[in-house]
């Protein structure tokens, strides 16, 4: 059973900095690509980074990139999004999400789409504020 744990989230002031995690189990992480998204209330999910499963290809919103970088782990089955420099507005919840066939990967690591294929966790909350 595919299975995803985010962790990390919190309060941070404007300029900081967090990491967040997000555990696999059920399934060998080597082979599925893994996307963050955010949701705030009011608006719909977006995608903000993805790491490819292939070839550790990565991707990141344009509003993210420069700031948040996406790694993983594959002998620990976790995958980790560190955010810098951050910013009120990236104040969201944060969910994993996990893949590993081609077209949907393409959709959620090149195109930051959601496709109805994905396995999620249930998001962790991140708030920017002073």
């Known amino acids: 059973q595919v299975q995803l744990v985010e962790s990390g989230g919190g309060l941070v002031q404007p300029g900081g900095s967090l990491r967040l995690s997000c555990a696999a189990s059920?399934?060998?992480?080597?082979?599925?690509?893994i996307g963050w998204f955010r949701q705030t209330p009011g608006k719909e999910r977006e995608g903000v980074s993805c790491i490819n499963n292939n070839d550790g290809k990565t991707n990141y919103a344009d509003s993210v990139t420069g700031r948040f970088t996406i790694t993983r782990d594959n002998a620990k089955k976790t995958v980790y999004r560190q955010m810098n420099s951050m910013k009120p507005e990236d104040t969201a919840v944060y969910y994993c999400a996990a893949d590993h066939e081609a077209l949907s990967v393409q959709a959620m690591c090149y195109g930051l789409r959601i496709v109805d294929t994905l396995y999620w966790g249930k998001g962790t909350a991140v708030t920017v504020s002073s």
């Open positions: 059920g399934f060998t992480l080597d082979y599925y690509a």
